[in-house]
C-alpha cells in the first residue's frame, strides 16, 4: 500500500464518478476520479487495488482530506454486501482481532454503497512475504516464524465463535509489527469456541496455501492455533476438511487459467485466444503482439519440425517463447479439434506451481483459432539458466545434499499427486543453483486412478535412469530413492 499520489498532487478537476459508470467502466476505472457523497462530503480515489468489475472497486482513496481504504459496492446487491462487509468489521473488532477500523458507511449515487476503512501505510500481505520463503526446504526456521502468528490468529478467531470463509496469505497484513486480517465479507458468526466441522474447514483453507511437502512440518502451526485459543481437531476431521480444500482450490485455480480474471487476462476472438498473467501483461506486449518474430529472431534452443524454442530478451528479462508448428495439412487436421500442446502445458505449469513442485512459470499462451478450431499455438514461461540434470549430475558420485534433497522432495511430490512426466530424459529436468526444476510439460498428465499411475510412473523412473550406467554410483542411488519402485 505505497506510491500513493500525496494529496497536494490530485487534480481538484478529477471526473466525478457514481455507482453507474464505474459499472460501465469494467476493470479499468480510470483514476483518479470523485464520488459525490451526502451533504458536502467527498470521496477522491486515486489508486485501484483491486477491481471485480461490475461489482466492487476497492481503492487508495481521500474522504475528504483522510487517507482511507474505500470499498465501493456498486452491483444490484451492494446494500447486501456492504452490510455484511460492515457485521465482518464489527465483529472481529468486537472479538479483539486486528482489523482496520471501520471510518464511514454510505450510499453512493447510481445505486451502490460504500465502507471506509482506515489506511494502513507501509502494510505489506503475508503472501508478499512468503513467496521468497515458499522454496524452503519444510518447516524452515524463517518460514515458520512468518506464519505462525496467522495460524494464532486463526485460533483467537476460532476461539471467539467467528469463521473466515476466504482464508488465505493475501487476507492477512503485516503493518508496524501487527498482523491484521482483513475482508469483513467473509466473516460469519456462530457460536463460541467455534464448532469443530467449520473450524476444521477455515484450518485446512489455511494450510491448503503451503505446498504439499510441509504436510510432515505443520507441528508448530497447529501448536500455533492451538495457542491462540482454538480447541484440538481431530486428525480425521482436519484431514477430510484438507483433501476437499485442495481439491476445490486445484479446480477452481485450473479453471482460471482460461478466464478473465484478476489473476489472468484472457482475449478472445474468432481467430485468436490469449492468456497471459495479468501482472504480466504490460511488459509481455510487445512479444504477444507478434510471437513469431520473436521466435525467428531470439537465440535458438529447439529447431524442430513439431517445435521451436527461443530464448529472447525483453526489458532486461529473458523468457523463453516456444511454438508449437504444424507439419504439414494432415497433422494439422488431426490437431484441429483438441487442446493444443501449449493449452496442455500452459495449465500443467500451473498445476505444478500449486503442488509446489518447480518449473519455469508459464506467463502466455497464444492459440490460433479458426473459430472452434485449433492451429499453431505459442507458450511463454520463464527462463531459467542453470544447466541440465545429465551435465550437472556426475555418474561416479552421488549427488551432493542439495541436489539429492531436492530431488527426492521432487520425485516424492510427483508420486504423492499421482503426476507422470511422460518424456523423464535428465535434459528435461533443469539446475537453478537451489532446486531441479522440471520442463517440456506437453505430456504431464495427474492420474485419476493407481493402476493407471503406476504404469506411468514406471515408464517415467525407467526412462530417467536410463540416462547414466546401470552399475554407476548415482545410477544405484537414483533407483534407490525413486519412490514406488520394488
Known sequence: MTDHLQPALIATDAPLADAATLRAAGRTPAVPFRVALGGRSELVTTRLLRVLPGRRVVGDSLLDGRRVLAKLFIDKDSARRAERERRGIAALAAAGIPTPALIAAAAL?????????????????????????????????DACALLVPAFRLLGQLHRAGLAHDDLHFGNFLLHDGHLYLIDGDAVTSATAPLAAKPAARDLAMLIAQLPRTWDGALAPLLAAYRDGGAQSLDDAVLARALRHERAWRLRDYLAKTGRDCTLFRVQRSLHRFEAVVRTEADALAPLLADPDHWVETGHPLKRGNTCTVSLVELGQRRFVIKRYNLKHFGHALSRAWRPTRAWHSWREGHRLALFGIPTPTPLALIEERWGPLRARAWLVTEYCGGPDMLTQLRADEVPAPAEAASLKT?????YRERISHGDLKATNLLWDGNKALLI??????????????????????????????????????????????P
Do not use: K
Open 410 to 414: 521432487l520425485f516424492a511430490t510427483l
Open 440 to 485: 517440456d510439460l506437453d505430456a504431464v498428465r495427474q492420474h485419476a486412478t493407481i493402476g493407471g499411475f503406476h504404469r506411468a510412473w514406471r515408464r517415467d523412473c525407467a526412462r530417467f535412469l536410463r540416462n547414466w550406467p546401470a552399475d554407476s554410483p548415482l545410477h544405484r542411488w537414483l533407483a534407490a530413492m525413486l519412490p514406488g519402485r
Open 109 to 141: 449515487p447510481g445505486g451502490g454503497h460504500l465502507l471506509t476503512t482506515e489506511f494502513l501505510d507501509g502494510a505489506t500481505t503475508l503472501l508478499e512475504h512468503w513467496r521468497p520463503l515458499a522454496d524452503r526446504l519444510p518447516g524452515d526456521a
